[in-house]
């Protein structure tokens, strides 16, 4: 076999062996980055409530961090994205082993959102997955776009703030699960109006809780 031939397979083998490396690395230690929605008090989201509580118990080494801002009727989300880009780098600085979730809920996860592309370099490995729910910048026909049961007919729809955003990062996309509950009127315009019952309805729908759960955990063990 010719050397040049010969160097390419090894090449590429190695490659190979490292990402499956990689892909495998489970996470020892992470934080669930939690952003509420307009009007929850300070604290947890009433949307990932549960689905962490089904994280922390199947993955161990977790701790939470409910993200700090005013979540108020304003939509002015920047402090909160401020927190999160804030907490993911301090974060990595201190342990450059921890991982990180992001998630967020309506107005949550636009701040979410418009933290993404000012995470880069150690900070954008540290993050191993994004997870939103009822997203005003859900942008149609992302490969990431759900619907509340995993299904595709949220894919090509808008959410209220779409035009006016950048959205997701392409290299942030398959980090990504954006859940669009059908008829959300705040991520999904073609079939909702506003902030209704299935923009609401997230925190209690089985599906979109067993969703996250999954989702997350296999971030987090390097399974997906």
Not at 37 to 42: N, P, S, V, W
Not at 103 to 124: D, I, K, M, R
Request: proline share 3%; aromatic share 6%; net charge neutral.
């Amino acid at each position: 076999m010719a050397p040049a031939k010969t160097f390419l397979l090894s090449l590429l083998a190695a490659t190979a062996s490292a990402v499956a490396v990689e892909r495998a690395a489970a996470c020892s230690a992470y934080t669930l980055i939690d952003t509420r929605g307009t009007g929850e008090a300070q604290g947890p989201s009433a949307g990932f409530r549960t689905m962490n509580s089904h994280i922390r118990s199947q993955v161990s080494g977790g701790q939470e961090y409910d993200t700090v801002y005013p979540a108020d009727a304003s939509q002015n989300s920047a402090s909160g994205t401020a927190a999160i880009v804030n907490r993911v780098n301090s974060g990595v600085a201190a342990n450059p082993n921890m991982c990180f979730i992001l998630e967020g809920y309506s107005q949550g996860a636009a701040a979410t959102v418009n933290a993404l592309s000012q995470l880069t370099g150690a900070s954008f490995t540290a993050v191993k997955g994004v997870f939103l729910i009822g997203d005003p910048e859900h942008k149609s026909g992302l490969a990431c776009n759900v619907d509340q049961n995993g299904g595709t007919t949220t894919k090509n729809v808008n959410g209220l703030s779409a035009f006016g955003s950048n959205g997701i990062p392409s290299n942030w996309v398959s980090k990504t699960l954006d859940v669009c509950n059908y008829g959300d009127g705040v991520c999904d315009t073609t079939h909702g109006y506003g902030i209704n019952q299935q923009h609401l309805a997230y925190p209690t729908l089985t599906s979109v809780q067993n969703l996250g759960t999954t989702f997350v955990v296999g971030k987090l063990r390097g399974t997906s």
